[in-house]
């Protein structure tokens, strides 16, 4: 009875609402690893498809994952400006403008070094946003809660990860009735129209906490 309560329970925050922490931590943690699955492993899958040669595509999407190597350096800034919650809010949003843009430029002639472009600065963005959701699940939840969400917050992350899958699907699908650069757009426009839907939600219901 009491480890249902935890799920369910969540302190007044600083508006005087409560929020039922289950709801948020799943969807925080998806969106924590969307990002990483895109940068790291879809763009594998689709520069290959897009005929992008072997030598180039090795070099580059390693260089990608640098960012979430390096981001304890610019951890103290998150900490220092601003709320954990507004960096949230704010980074969702340009990760889903982000995915737009991808999704635009797949149809440009240079589209191999404006991707890049963009995927580098949401491999940027996704690092930034890690620090600010796993420094807003410890203000947002008491310390019994933040024990008992850790096996929640890492099954929502797996299943962004598995979430290649469904990617790959719908790429391959849209491929055999639009071609390779529709089936892509088609999954650019799908992911950023998941983040803002997640950005919207977040705007809603992610509490205000006192010490944030």
């Known amino acids: 009875m009491k480890i249902n309560s935890l799920f369910f329970k969540s302190e007044k925050d600083v508006k005087g609402k409560s929020r039922i922490p289950l709801l948020y931590v799943g969807t925080l943690y998806f969106a924590e690893g969307l990002p990483y699955l895109l940068v790291s492993n879809i763009s594998v899958v689709f520069f290959a498809k897009m005929g992008v040669p072997n030598s180039q595509l090795a070099l580059f999407t390693s260089l990608l994952t640098w960012p979430w190597i390096l981001k304890m350096f610019w951890a103290p800034v998150v900490d220092k400006y601003s709320t954990k919650r507004i960096w949230i809010i704010y980074i969702q949003f340009l990760c889903a403008v982000s995915f737009a843009i991808v999704a635009w ?89 998941i983040f803002l839907s997640l950005t919207g939600f977040h705007v809603w219901y992610l509490p205000f906490p006192v010490s944030d």
């Open 105 to 193: 430029s797949i149809q440009a002639d240079a589209f191999f070094k404006l991707i890049l472009i963009l995927f580098s600065i949401t491999a940027f963005l996704s690092a930034t946003h890690d620090i600010a959701i796993d420094g807003f699940y410890m203000l947002a939840l008491a310390g019994e809660q933040q024990a008992l969400f850790i096996g929640i917050r890492s099954t929502f992350y797996r299943f962004a990860i598995l979430f290649e899958g469904v990617l790959v699907f719908i790429a391959g699908f849209s491929e055999i009735q639009y071609g390779i650069n529709m089936s892509w757009t088609i999954v650019f426009i799908f992911c950023s129209i």
